[in-house]
């Protein structure tokens, strides 16, 4: 398996601490089936700042350690930015990193609780600078919960997202599996990938999450999410279909 999001570079955000939690979530992502991982810290979410230039050399000082540690894990560059109105200068100066410094996908998280007004004019913008943003676990963002049309919208202009495997599986409630779950129905979703932290609370999870897809919606949309994956590495075009309403079931006031 391929993993595009995950925070196991040592010692810059919130994810592995040293190189030592470095190697033991290299372990766990290759006890989980992983073979490939994209590096995608933490930039701009006002606490850490991340530069592409660091990103890169230390995502090769840590496969040098994989080498010498034998252990059976590529892992790329790349870099999880918070959305902010400088974004476009910031690809232009290349302070922003492309998943895998391939030059076309670009990770974009917005805040848990809100999507800025923005948000569609800069995603926007990012494509006509030849770049492909892919927003994050887009399930866990309280207004587009509340308001799926948002995302809709934002997918119907172009944009991509990506889900988090914990997710899938139940990892963050009941709720945002539900929502995960009528997003993949809707065709508003086109990758998965661990958003792993570390090996315990934040895990990969992986092969449980395509195991659940498998059971609820064929082979199909497994083979569909693990190529989507292996086209973002390559830099080549993500298969997709037309994203579709969610219909939000209204409440039935006074029927017990």
């Known amino acids: 398996m391929i993993d595009i999001h995950s925070h196991i570079l040592p010692g810059i955000d919130d994810g592995a601490q040293t190189m030592d939690d470095?190697?033991?979530?290299?372990?766990?992502?290759?006890?989980?089936?992983?073979?490939?991982i994209i590096a995608t810290p933490h930039h701009k979410n006002g606490q850490y700042d991340n530069y592409k230039t660091q990103i890169i050399e230390l995502t090769a000082e840590l496969n040098h350690q994989l080498h010498i540690h034998h252990i059976p894990l590529t892992v790329l560059p790349g870099q999880e930015t918070r959305i902010h109105g400088e974004m476009v200068e910031g690809i232009r100066s290349e302070d922003i990193l492309t998943l895998n410094n391939q030059g076309s996908y670009v990770f974009v998280e917005f805040p848990f609780d809100a999507v800025p007004r923005y948000a569609k004019q800069l995603l926007f913008d990012i494509q006509l600078e030849g770049y492909q943003p892919i927003i994050v676990h887009p399930e866990r963002n309280r207004q587009i919960i509340e308001h799926?049309?948002?995302?809709?919208?934002?997918v119907k202009k172009g944009a991509f997202t990506q889900i988090t495997a914990g997710s899938v599986t139940g990892?963050?409630?009941?709720?945002?599996?539900?929502?995960t779950r009528q997003l993949i129905e809707a065709n508003q979703t086109h990758l998965i990938a661990s958003d792993a932290h570390n090996t315990e609370s934040r895990g990969f999870c992986m092969t449980d999450a395509y195991e659940e897809i498998r059971e609820n919606y064929g082979a199909s949309m497994v083979y569909l999410f693990?190529?989507?994956a292996e086209y973002v590495v390559n830099g080549e075009n993500l298969a997709s279909d037309s994203p579709s309403h969610i219909k939000k079931k209204r409440k039935l006031f006074g029927v017990f």
Do not use: C, R
């Not at 799926?148 to 934002?154: F, K, Q, R, V």
């Not at 990892?171 to 929502?179: E, I, L, P, R, T």
């Open 22 to 36: 470095s190697i033991l979530m290299a372990k766990a992502a290759v006890e989980d089936g992983i073979h490939t």
């Open 148 to 154: 799926p049309d948002i995302l809709y919208s934002l």
């Open 171 to 179: 990892q963050f409630g009941k709720n945002v599996q539900k929502f």
């Open 226 to 228: 693990a190529e989507n």
